[in-house]
């Protein structure tokens, strides 16, 4: 009898993986595609300026921010297949009525009565900043609910075979980040905004049917998934048992109990020992010091060439792929505690290269624009159209040291983000495990939707400081708080292996073999 009890275990090891493996592919497919046609929208809803784009990108982190830990407290409160269903429907239906929205309106703008284009203009922009919104909290609430809660159920007390599932969903996460937008890209180029939008909303209708459908078959092979362990009497959560009547709208009494709930969240995850591991891998969205809008615009700005950038963009996305599959083999050596250790060690001396770039030649670093003289701003720079002449540069030696000298700040700096990404995914895939292994099922949404809410914090921070800094000649000044983050990072992370007695050693303790 316990023979056929584990071949069936090893035979839905063997089959449902997979399923989560295509399941996710679908999911961050969409997100990725979503957020670069979503930025590109708002981009020509108000070509001026990125005024519009970068309060797309608050209003996105503050929705996260605000609500975070309201949807982790409701993850807990309900039935696995009830939450995972709920959220892929809202996020989907999100998408694409944000998509039909605003390509319909830029599609048949010029229809429009001069005179009333700007009142629509604004209410189509607060429209798709309040569905994209809703999206991306129903999108945490999905990545909550299958990448900490389901696969942890799914690989049981194996944490060896936890790490090699969690590597592989990172894996196909930074996939999907490289080709989705590009192929975004290609569909705006081609068939314009209006048949794009029908694209990406017919992709997320026929994409939630695939979900729901591999979700559904994971769900029935593991029976664990149907059973939530109930919260111990002491506990501030009440399990409540998942029954097909349960209405999934009912959530809270009001505005003021979910303020409450979302308090006691905060209580939860800042007395729980994983908080100073949490609190260093939220560090790490401080800093500008990754491929975003804002490092695309400083590098625009430093004569770096378009299809250099996204080249550069590609080899980035393959640094951090092998990060995360180097992790199961990093944690089975060191074991996990320490793997984030290694992982922080290696992106603080990486990022140290973005730090000497500041001191470099071709470096703008200017402190008296301080005092507010005229310069550019770094987010402006992308609306640079214009290209580099190649003739001329084709006619300069490249062997000549002073063809490189006025790059050199800019080189380095490249250098640093793209190496630090190796030891960025390590650390990431170990503070993640570290919040699957650790937290208790009957908390495990509300602490992961604390985390979060506290990543979108500092990334909102990050952004903060940009419109407080926003000239090149002060991007020197962003590097150095981002320096000051990332190590700050460390060692928050440190003093949680401090407090588990993984800080010195590195051979892996005999008990965790």
């Not at 809660?149 to 969903?169: C, E, H, P, Q, R």
């Not at 709208?249 to 003021?256: E, H, P, T």
Request: charged share 15%; glycine share 8%.
């Amino acid at each position: 009898m316990a023979e056929v009890m584990n071949n069936g275990r090893m035979d839905a090891f063997s089959r449902s993986p997979w399923s989560i493996y295509t399941a996710h592919a679908l999911s961050t497919w969409g997100d990725n595609m979503w957020w670069f046609a979503g930025g590109c929208y708002m981009m020509e809803l108000h070509k001026d300026s990125l005024r519009l784009t970068a309060t797309y990108g608050m209003a996105i982190a503050a929705s996260v921010i605000l609500f975070g830990a309201y949807i982790g407290r409701w993850i807990d409160k309900t039935g696995r297949l009830t939450a995972a269903r709920t959220f892929l429907a809202i996020q989907n239906t999100a998408v694409s009525l944000c998509a039909m929205l605003l390509a319909g309106f830029i599609s048949y703008r010029t229809e429009i009565d001069p005179e009333k284009e700007v009142m629509f203009t604004y209410f189509v922009s607060i429209g798709g900043i309040v569905l994209a919104s809703v999206a991306r909290l129903a999108s945490s609430g999905t990545n909550i609910i299958i990448q900490k809660d389901w696969i942890v159920v799914i690989a049981g007390d194996d944490t060896d075979y936890l790490a090699k599932m969690n590597s592989i969903l990172r894996t196909i996460e930074l996939t999907t980040y490289m080709i989705a937008p590009a192929v975004a890209g290609q569909l705006f180029t081609f068939l314009g905004f209006g048949w794009t939008g029908v694209f990406i909303s017919a992709w997320n209708l026929v994409s939630v049917c695939l979900e729901y459908f591999l979700l559904a078959k994971i769900y029935k092979t593991y029976p664990d998934l149907a059973m939530k362990r109930n919260a111990d009497s002491n506990d501030i959560i009440k399990h409540l048992e998942e029954s097909s009547e349960e209405n999934p709208l009912q959530i809270s009494a009001g505005f003021l109990e979910g303020m409450k709930e979302a308090f006691d969240g905060w209580q939860i995850y800042m007395n729980h020992p994983v908080r100073f591991a949490g609190v260093g891998l939220a560090c790490l969205y401080m800093t500008v010091l990754g491929f975003d809008n804002i490092t695309y615009g400083y590098c625009l700005m430093q004569k770096v060439p378009h299809a250099a950038l996204g080249a550069l963009v590609g080899v980035s996305a393959l640094v951090g792929v092998a990060g995360s599959l180097a992790y199961p083999i990093f944690r089975q050596r060191f074991g996990l505690e320490r793997t984030g250790l290694l992982g922080m060690f290696l992106l603080v001396s990486c990022s140290s290269l973005a730090l000497l770039s500041v001191f470099l030649p071709g470096s703008p670093l200017d402190l008296s624009h301080l005092t507010f003289q005229e310069t550019e701003a770094i987010i402006e720079s992308l609306n640079i159209t214009e290209t580099v002449d190649l003739k001329a540069v084709a006619e300069k030696n490249w062997l000549d040291p002073d063809f490189w000298a006025p790059f050199s700040s800019v080189l380095v700096l490249l250098s640093g983000i793209i190496l630090a990404r190796f030891g960025l995914w390590v650390v990431d895939l170990t503070v993640s495990q570290l919040l699957q292994e650790t937290v208790k099922e009957d908390v495990r949404g509300v602490i992961n939707g604390i985390q979060d809410s506290m990543n979108n914090t500092f990334d909102l921070t990050k952004c903060i400081l940009v419109i407080l800094l926003p000239a090149q000649e002060t991007f020197g000044l962003l590097i150095f708080a981002s320096f000051v983050s990332i190590n700050f990072g460390w060692l928050m992370y440190a003093l949680y292996c401090r407090s588990q007695g993984h800080l010195f050693s590195f051979c892996k303790k005999t008990n965790d073999v």
